[in-house]
């Protein structure tokens, strides 16, 4: 069984930034993807960003250039650093990881608000 816990979410002004955290717990725990997941409010959930165990990463268009995602396999965790922020980015965050190539698990959710 996977536990995910995030953090790093919260309030932010247009053009700042947030770090999200993601620390992934359990037994044999062997992740091959790795992720970010969004929804906003009446709106799908969308993979933000993902990255694989052998560092290969992908991000939503609408991300290209502001966010950067990392993860430190040893720990289990990913991290994903969100510049230049806009209200459009405002949304659930949520972290995801997968034994394959698809996301099979998701944690609870951090909120991440984009207001002046």
């Known amino acids: 069984q996977v536990q995910l816990v995030e953090s790093g979410g919260g309030l932010v002004q247009p053009g700042g930034s947030l770090r999200l955290s993601c620390a992934a717990s359990g037994t044999n725990l062997r992740l091959n993807v790795m992720g970010w997941f969004r929804q906003a409010p009446g709106k799908q959930r969308e993979l933000v960003a993902g990255i694989t165990s052998g560092g290969a990463t992908t991000y939503a268009d609408s991300v290209k250039g502001r966010f950067t995602i990392s993860r430190e396999n040893a720990k289990n965790t990913v991290q994903l650093q969100m510049n230049s922020l806009k209200s459009e980015d405002t949304a659930v965050y949520y972290c995801?990881?997968?034994?394959?190539?698809?996301?099979?698990?998701w944690g609870r959710g951090t909120q991440v608000a984009v207001s002046s």
């Open positions: 995801g990881v997968g034994f394959g190539f698809e996301y099979s698990r």
